[in-house]
């Protein structure tokens, strides 16, 4: 099933947050030399800004900071200064070069003044491995506060009418946050206010679980009977109960709830290793196929399988 799922994943194309979560999924396997040559090709394309992985000049303002993680692990493997100037043009890029709001939360897109949830995924992980603790938070809280009520995101707020754009509680963006936060505590375990952050985790994760559907997964959004069922979610959702059960801000339990959202899951995955069923590429707007969906269930398979938690994250280096 893996190198079915894998071997799909390769053949897809690839955005850059796709890149970035193919390669994070390569280091959770344990394949580093898979995640060296997947970062190397995100740094062929970096843009001018900084941007790692960029595509044809993509819309996207923070994507590409999902590729900051492998090109970081990159350099800590083979010492190459490449790797380091990338990854310090792709901070530099957060820090200051991309769009904000007034109180430092990105903007998700170059062209428009909207704060989305899978940013929080693209940049906090990313932020806090570099050292930049305090930007890591600055962006988990500028999305809670816009985004986040009754412990579901909405998927899109704009900053221009103060008000969500997309009020949709999307799986795939409460999926985003969840996942960034199992991600940043497993790269930086010392985080400052870990605590805080595990809380927000499980408040968002509870809230997603008692939406499942009674085949065990989700509807794509997750209060509204009225759309598709959808697999990636409970992918996201099994990532982040088996990374934080097993490191432990999660309680034991929560590993069980994983391995039963990933199982569900896994009957959605065809001959061809393709997961189906998921917000499907290019627009995530109905019924299809990922390269994240792809990545997310090797993420969770990879956190399943080794009980302690996903990837020993070898090779990354926290001092470029």
Same mark, same amino acid.
């Given at each position: 099933?893996?190198?079915?799922?894998l071997?799909?994943?390769?053949?897809?194309?690839?955005?850059?947050?796709?890149?970035?979560?193919?390669?994070?999924?390569?280091l959770?396997?344990?394949?580093d030399d898979?995640?060296?040559?997947?970062?190397?090709a995100?740094v062929?394309r970096?843009?001018?800004?900084?941007?790692? *992985?960029?595509?044809?000049g #993509?819309a996207?303002?923070v994507n590409g900071?999902a590729?900051? #993680?492998a090109?970081?692990a990159?350099?800590g493997?083979?010492g190459?200064?490449?790797?380091?100037d990338?990854?310090?043009?792709q901070?530099?890029w957060?820090?200051?070069g991309?769009?904000?709001?007034?109180?430092?939360?990105?903007?998700h897109?170059?062209?428009g003044?909207?704060v989305?949830?899978?940013?929080?995924?693209?940049?906090v992980?990313?932020?806090? =491995?570099?050292?930049r603790?305090?930007?890591?938070w600055?962006?988990?809280e500028?999305?809670?506060?816009?985004?986040?009520?009754?412990?579901?995101?909405?998927?899109?707020?704009?900053?221009?009418?103060?008000?969500?754009?997309?009020?949709?509680?999307w799986?795939?963006?409460?999926?985003?946050?969840v996942a960034?936060?199992?991600?940043?505590?497993r790269?930086?375990?010392d985080l400052?206010?870990?605590?805080?952050l595990?809380?927000?985790?499980?408040?968002?994760?509870?809230?997603?679980l008692?939406?499942?559907?009674?085949?065990?997964?989700?509807?794509d959004v =997750?209060?509204?009977?009225?759309t598709?069922?959808e697999?990636?979610?409970?992918?996201?959702?099994a990532y982040?109960?088996?990374?934080?059960?097993?490191? *432990?801000? =999660?309680?034991?339990?929560y590993?069980?709830t994983?391995r039963d959202?990933l199982a569900?899951?896994?009957?959605?995955?065809?001959?061809?290793?393709?997961?189906?069923?998921?917000?499907?590429?290019?627009?995530?707007?109905?019924?299809?196929?990922?390269?994240?969906?792809?990545a997310?269930?090797?993420l969770?398979?990879?956190?399943?399988g080794?009980?302690? *938690?996903s990837?020993?994250?070898?090779?990354?280096?926290?001092?470029?």
């Amino acid at each position: 099933m893996i190198d079915r799922v894998l071997t799909a994943l390769l053949a897809m194309q690839r955005q850059s947050w796709e890149q970035g979560v193919a390669a994070q999924a390569a280091l959770d396997l344990g394949r580093d030399d898979l995640a060296v040559l997947l970062a190397g090709a995100a740094v062929t394309r970096q843009a001018a800004d900084g941007r790692l *992985g960029d595509v044809d000049g #993509e819309a996207g303002a923070v994507n590409g900071a999902a590729c900051g #993680e492998a090109v970081l692990a990159a350099y800590g493997r083979t010492g190459d200064p490449v790797f380091a100037d990338a990854a310090r043009r792709q901070l530099a890029w957060l820090v200051s070069g991309a769009p904000r709001a007034a109180d430092g939360t990105l903007f998700h897109l170059l062209g428009g003044r909207e704060v989305w949830a899978d940013t929080v995924y693209m940049t906090v992980p990313f932020l806090a =491995l570099s050292g930049r603790a305090d930007l890591a938070w600055q962006q988990v809280e500028g999305h809670r506060s816009r985004l986040c009520r009754d412990g579901l995101y909405s998927a899109i707020w704009s900053e221009e009418t103060g008000a969500p754009r997309r009020a949709a509680r999307w799986g795939g963006g409460n999926g985003w946050v969840v996942a960034a936060v199992a991600r940043t505590l497993r790269l930086v375990p010392d985080l400052p206010g870990r605590d805080r952050l595990a809380a927000h985790g499980r408040e968002v994760l509870d809230a997603c679980l008692a939406l499942r559907r009674p085949d065990g997964l989700f509807h794509d959004v =997750l209060d509204d009977p009225a759309t598709f069922r959808e697999t990636n979610a409970a992918q996201m959702f099994a990532y982040a109960a088996l990374t934080g059960a097993a490191d *432990g801000w =999660l309680p034991p339990d929560y590993a069980g709830t994983g391995r039963d959202l990933l199982a569900a899951a896994a009957r959605e995955v065809d001959a061809h290793g393709v997961v189906r069923g998921a917000a499907g590429s290019p627009h995530f707007d109905r019924p299809g196929a990922s390269a994240e969906a792809q990545a997310f269930h090797l993420l969770a398979t990879a956190a399943a399988g080794q009980g302690t *938690g996903s990837s020993t994250m070898t090779g990354i280096s926290r001092s470029v």
